[in-house]
Every structure is written in structure tokens, then in C-alpha cells.
């Protein structure tokens, strides 16, 4: 009986761990891997692998990126985002990482999202950023964060940020995966073509209110 209830124990931690792996970047199993432009990336359901070049054929260029000088496009929210994936800078292929330059226009906002597969740092770079996230249990922990300052956003929790300051702001935040996904809140809800009936019902509004959400927040218009 006693063996049986360890070999039970056994097989829980090892489905609990199983069950992490399969939701976490895989480890890498060698030094870098800088993919190979001659392949096509491989779909897995959380990323694409793209298939590595020989090691000897690896450059320091591979390793450094310059896009971030600049800021990306500004959205009607205020909010200019540029994500660096391994796509676009291979030396971070495999290495379960990927990193966004965001940049707010005074009063902007970048509206409450989260990432299933990756908790995310945000360093301030210039500014001063309203910032906070939500747990479980719908407490909110947030703050002003100026210059030099960083806050921490969990895996999978919603958060939020805004320029409360006078001047520009911009934001340089990293999250542990290489692919982390991004889902907006409000698209989310008002934008993916979820029964009118049970929205209405959810928030309290009424047909016409819906219709001007939805307009607002479908994905063929909204940046």
C-alpha cells in the first residue's frame, strides 16, 4: 500500500512538472541557435521553431539589435509598441526571451492586457507611468513609477500602464518567452464575435451600446 502511494506521488509531481514544460519555452539544448533563412519555420501550438544554421556560421551582428532607436507607430490610444521577437533578431532564438520598446504620449494608455505565456519587467525609461496589475482575487496593485524605475507584471495576470506625466514616456520591458502572446481586453471581449445576448447580460448595456463597442474594437479597424 505504502509503494503504490508513492508511485502515486510520483506520477503527480511528474504530470505537474510535465504540465509546466509543455507551458514554458523548452530549454535550449546548445549554446544559441540563429535560424536558418534557407528553412521554413516548424508550428508547434504555442511557437514557431525555426530550424538553426550551422554555429560556425554565427556573426556578433546576430547578437545585437538596433531597432529600438526610434518608437514604433502611435495608436489612437497614445500608445506606440515595438515587439522584438526572434524573427526579426535571431541571436534570441531559443533562449526564451523576447523584449518590447513602448512608448506613451502624454495622457496615453496602454489598455489592460495580459500575456498567457510569460511574465513581463518593465523598466521606465523616460517618464512617469501610472502601472499596475490584477490578481486572482481582483486586488489591484499599482503605482506611479518614474524614471529608472521598474515593476514586475505576473504570468497571465492583467495590467495596464499610463503616461500620468507631462512629458512623453517610454518603457522597456522584457518577458520570459520568445513568443508570450498578447491579449487586449477590450478585443478581446468586444472585437472576437462573442453572442450579443450574453455580453449584454455580462455588462449591463443594451443593444445599441454593444454595437458601438463592437465597431469600436473590431479587429479589421482597430491598430
Avoid at 526571451?97 to 512608448?103: E, G, N, P, Q, T
Wanted: net charge neutral; charged share 15%.
Amino acid at each position: 500500500m505504502v509503494e503504490k502511494s508513492w508511485v502515486l506521488i510520483v506520477l503527480v509531481v511528474f504530470i505537474m512538472h510535465g504540465d509546466e514544460s509543455l507551458a514554458s519555452d523548452p530549454d535550449p539544448i546548445q549554446d544559441f541557435c540563429i535560424p536558418n533563412p534557407k528553412f521554413g519555420a516548424i508550428k508547434t501550438a504555442h511557437l514557431s521553431i525555426l530550424p538553426c544554421k550551422n554555429s560556425s556560421e554565427a556573426t556578433t551582428d546576430d547578437f545585437v539589435f538596433s531597432g529600438l532607436k526610434s518608437s514604433g507607430n502611435f495608436t489612437d490610444t497614445g500608445l506606440a509598441t515595438f515587439p522584438v521577437n526572434p524573427t526579426i533578431f535571431p541571436g534570441i532564438n531559443t533562449l526564451g526571451i523576447s523584449f518590447v520598446r513602448a512608448d506613451l504620449k502624454v495622457g496615453g494608455i496602454n489598455p489592460p492586457h495580459f500575456h498567457p505565456r510569460a511574465t513581463e519587467i518593465a523598466y521606465v525609461v523616460q517618464g512617469s507611468v501610472y502601472s499596475g496589475f490584477v490578481d486572482s482575487n481582483n486586488r489591484v496593485f499599482s503605482r506611479v513609477i518614474e524614471q529608472g524605475e521598474v515593476m514586475v507584471f505576473p504570468k497571465g495576470l492583467l495590467h495596464f500602464q499610463m503616461n500620468v506625466g507631462e512629458k512623453p514616456a517610454t518603457i522597456f520591458a522584457c518577458l520570459n518567452s520568445q513568443n508570450p502572446g498578447l491579449q487586449k481586453i477590450p478585443s478581446a471581449i468586444f472585437g472576437s464575435g462573442i453572442n450579443e445576448e450574453l455580453l449584454e447580460k455580462a455588462f449591463g448595456l443594451n443593444h445599441k451600446q454593444i454595437g458601438t463597442m463592437r465597431r469600436r474594437f473590431d479587429p479589421k479597424t482597430v491598430n
